[in-house]
């Protein structure tokens, strides 16, 4: 999320988000399913997981039976918070491990650091085998500063700005004036606002958070580098600052949290002309959030070349799960995760976008998306995917994006300059940086 891992508090948002949805739609409840053993099973092996991770592990059953007609799957369910939390307390105390573990990719960074995880390039597992197959970036998320591979990665969140067709078309401003440039990108926004009333985005913490993570340089986090000097007072902060004023002071965002209510509404009505987020979050928009709004979308790469992560999921062996089901844990984790039929099969059915590139030249990447107008837009993503890099993680980084959210606030209620918030940030967190 120095280790190579997925590290940006909500450019982490990938799953953050999808993490958010599955905490609404899911019971409050935790939950356990028993599949059914068939006469004299001899093992037990479990899962655990949150909402439609769960769902993929289920829909994953004939073929492990399959695999292994004498062992039985045990596939827990937990909220998303829950489940973390969950996952947090058994590698720390060894009590109430599964034998296989989903995480959400911020996860894997913080866990990578605690040695609580299997290194999956020793045996019986050989993970290092299969790099090629994966994406970049997705791999490189689960390396450990020890060069320890602790999870493997099997869905992504390529980022993407969604837009809406018709709402820029009212304006008379064309999709590549909106992606040539960050600075093109708000100006076009205050033209979409004037010719249309639509706001150019829901809120401009959405820019902010992918510019702090853009251009970083070998050995760069978001907030950190790997001798835990701090980063936050830098041009690329300040340009991240800078763009996000800008957007506001034009009265260029709607001012609303994502996953909201005015949030959700913002897209029904056509207040909303661009999102930037994962690229699930098309499937979410067609599900749920906005399905009136079908056909009058369209998607693009980011603004001004960026490239960013928005989540993903992955599958860890805790170190001290039982010895005797290592091996059918692997053989779960390369079901799930380097299967292509299994992995074609949760793109198709929950939008879990494949981290598995054997799956990338598939007939389905080159079909027409109808929330999209029939755009071919897989193909996109795929390819943005594999420019995006893997961001180092720092155990400081969950409190370094709070305090950068909180000045970036002031900053945008006129509280304080730029400069003078930045200073502020790299006082506060260089006093936590070693802790």
Known sequence: MSANNDEGGRIRQGLTRRGMLAAMTAPAWSGVL?????????????????PLMDEIAKAAIPAWQAMHPDVELRILMRQYTDHHTAMTTALSTAVGLPDVMALESSFVGRFAQGGGLDDLRQPPFG???????????AYDQAVARSGAVVAVPADIGPGTMLYRKDIIERADVAPEELTRSWDNYVATGERIKSRTGAYLIANVQEIKDILIADGLKPGEGIYFDTESR????????????????????????????????????????????????GAWLVGQLNAFIAPE????WRASSLPGGS????????????????????????????????NPQRQLQA??????????????????????????????????????????????????AKFAEEVVQTELDQVLRGKKTIKAALADAEQLLQRRAKR
Request: aromatic share 12%; glycine share 6%; no cysteine.
């Open 34 to 50: 028993v599949v059914p053993a068939l006469a004299q099973t001899r093992e037990v092996l479990t899962i655990a997981a949150f």
């Open 127 to 137: 993970i290092e085998a299969f790099r090629s197959r994966l994406v970049p970036y």
């Open 230 to 277: 701090v980063l936050v007072n830098s041009p690329r902060f300040e340009r991240a600052f800078e763009v996000a004023l800008r957007a506001r002071q034009k009265g260029l965002d709607a001012k609303v949290p994502a996953w909201s209510n005015d949030w959700g509404a913002g897209f029904k009505q056509g207040r909303l002309a661009t999102e930037l987020s």
């Open 293 to 296: 709004t079908k056909g009058l």
């Open 307 to 338: 490239h960013a992560p928005y989540g993903g999921t992955f599958y860890a062996i805790a170190r001290k799960s039982a010895a005797s089901r290592k091996r059918l844990a692997w053989d779960f984790i390369q079901l799930m995760s380097l």
């Open 347 to 396: 793109f198709k059915s929950y939008d879990a976008f494949p981290a598995l590139r054997d799956v990338h030249d598939d007939p389905f990447f080159s079909e027409p998306v109808d929330f999209l107008g029939g755009q071919r837009a897989r193909l996109l993503w795929r390819d943005d995917a594999l420019r995006i890099t893997a961001l180092p993680v720092h155990k400081q």
